[in-house]
């Protein structure tokens, strides 16, 4: 009876509860089985028709939240991704980060000149004697996907740059291939067209085993975002210092007293930052 529940996405259509998905869900988390099926049951008892995907999650989260910290940091992760807003800058550092621990030199906004117009360009990735232009399509709000007008934009922009290293060979880029970063998701045209172009996706869940999230997990490399003991002001304030990263604050502890957050809370933040980055 409970399968038959209709919950409410994001974009508001109505689909069938998938207790599959929410076990899943819960076990990206790396919480243990016996409270991965705890929890589930829990959250499934609870359930009612026209429930959104949101209560879901705050029931899921909650209750992982009180039996461990590093698990609904971990649960929590594609939201605490769209706290790093509003603007999409610490989006475009964050990549710089993933990207230039993958072995690239990575530099964060910059300008470059393309044959008829210059560019801003938010993350350039050299692996010489290759050099990458990599453009982030950052979304604060659940539910928004990249069409294919996405990478028809990135791909022109590519082209007319990629055009002016071409005629000036003495530049300082070289630019070689067109990346597009998102924290949603990209439509089946959009990744169409990119294959066809040999344009580079990385999106929440593609490619498969690739995708934004798997390289966070792989790497260990979460948001500030996602530390439970922040308030929203504290992320604020984190992220205006230039700090994105859970592994900069254990590196750098001393910048939780600089920025004003309170003293009583640094043990647990630093804890909950070191289990995230060290996979304890």
């Given at each position: 009876m409970k399968n038959t529940i209709k919950i409410k996405k994001y974009s508001g259509a109505l689909?069938?509860?998938?207790?599959?998905?929410?076990?899943?869900?819960?076990?990206?988390?790396?919480?243990?089985?016996?409270?991965?099926?705890?929890?589930?049951?829990?959250?499934?008892?609870?359930?009612?028709?026209?429930?959104?995907?949101?209560q879901i999650y705050q029931m899921a989260y909650?209750?992982?939240?009180?039996?461990?910290?590093?698990?609904?940091?971990?649960?929590?992760?594609?939201?605490?991704?769209?706290?790093?807003?509003?603007?999409?800058?610490?989006?475009e550092k964050f990549i710089g980060k993933i990207v230039s621990h993958e072995g690239f030199k990575t530099e964060v906004g910059v300008i470059v000149q393309g044959h008829c117009v210059t560019h801003e360009v938010d993350v350039v990735a050299i692996n010489d004697p290759k050099h990458y232009m990599i453009e982030c399509k950052y979304h604060n709000t659940q539910g928004r996907v990249n069409n294919v007008r996405i990478p028809l934009y990135i791909q022109s922009r590519f082209k007319d740059i990629e055009k002016q290293c071409k005629k000036d060979e003495k530049g300082k880029y070289n630019f070689h291939q067109g990346w597009i970063y998102t924290n949603t998701r990209f439509t089946s045209d959009a990744i169409d067209y990119a294959n066809c172009v040999n344009l580079k996706l990385v999106s929440w869940d593609y490619p498969p085993g690739s995708s934004l999230k798997d390289k966070i997990n792989k790497y260990r490399l979460f948001p500030i975002t996602t530390l439970t003991a922040l308030t929203k002001s504290d992320k604020t304030k984190l992220l205006k210092k230039g700090f994105v990263l859970c592994k900069e604050v254990c590196e750098n502890p001393q910048i939780l007293t600089d920025v004003g957050i309170d003293k009583k809370k640094h043990k647990k933040i630093l804890k909950n930052a070191k289990e995230l980055s060290e996979g304890l």
């Open positions: 689909v069938d509860f998938d207790l599959d998905k929410l076990i899943q869900s819960l076990r990206n988390s790396q919480a243990n089985e016996e409270l991965v099926q705890s929890i589930a049951k829990e959250v499934q008892n609870k359930l009612f028709d026209g429930i959104t995907t949101k909650k209750k992982l939240k009180r039996k461990t910290t590093p698990s609904a940091s971990r649960y929590k992760l594609k939201k605490a991704i769209m706290e790093l807003g509003p603007s999409g800058f610490p989006f």
